[in-house]
């Protein structure tokens, strides 16, 4: 999200958050769409509010990796030979402790991945009766020995249906339910409304 990568870059002292009026919750989406379109916030990817995707298509690699298409093991073992020894790119070559300090300090203070914050869910076993929540989807499926994009395509399409029989899996979202909220930045005249979603 832009946000993010934005607090990250310029800090969170370069910001505010204004809560810009309450109201009742049926309410929050048309209230949501006036301050979008009377202030124009710089860093809400959608157009509409409780629609992020509309007016945007996915890509069409996206839509691949969203169908949950992976390679074959003998695809697998070729792409991975295929890069292997004299065949990988820094095949031979040393970084100099100054490049390793460069590409270290590139790193520091942000999240892994390209600026995005991990996903934090709820995992529930119906047969023990144990909810357990986890840092981000992959430390989900690395604790339950599963795929991730098991989990994923289970929170995306809505299942209601535990997984195996035995999990269930769902988004953990923090908010305040009845306020819009108003991101400023100090460094720039812009500022942004924070997209906010209400679980049912």
């Known amino acids: 999200m832009a946000i993010c990568c934005a607090l990250l870059k310029h800090g969170y002292s370069n910001f505010s958050l204004i809560i810009l009026e309450y109201c ?5 989406l048309i209230r949501e769409k006036h301050y979008q379109k009377t202030l124009k916030p710089e860093y809400n990817i959608a157009k509409e509010p409780g629609a992020p995707m509309s007016g945007r298509k996915h890509s069409d690699a996206t839509k691949i990796i969203m169908s ?6 003998a695809t697998k073992k070729i792409m991975s030979d295929a890069k292997k020894g004299e065949n990988h790119p820094n095949y031979g070559k040393t970084l100099s402790n100054k490049t390793k300090k460069i590409l270290s300090d590139a790193k520091k203070g942000k999240p892994s991945g390209s600026c995005k914050p991990s996903q934090q869910i709820e995992v529930t076993d119906i047969k023990n009766n144990i909810t357990t929540y986890y840092d981000s989807i992959n430390e989900a499926a690395r604790a339950l020995n599963i795929k991730q994009s098991t989990i994923t395509n289970y929170i995306l399409r809505n299942q209601q249906n535990p997984y195996k ?6 988004k953990v979202e923090f908010f305040l339910v009845s306020s819009i909220f108003l991101f400023s ?3 720039t005249s812009s500022s ?8 049912s």
Not at 68 to 73: E, F, L, N, Q
Not at 192 to 199: C, D, F, N, V
Request: overall charge positive.
């Open 68 to 73: 949950g298409r992976t390679h074959s093991d």
């Open 192 to 199: 942004t409304l924070a997209e906010r979603k209400i679980l």
């Open 24 to 28: 009742l919750i049926t309410e929050l």
């Open 185 to 187: 930045s100090n460094f």
């Open 165 to 170: 029989g035995i999990y269930t899996f769902k």
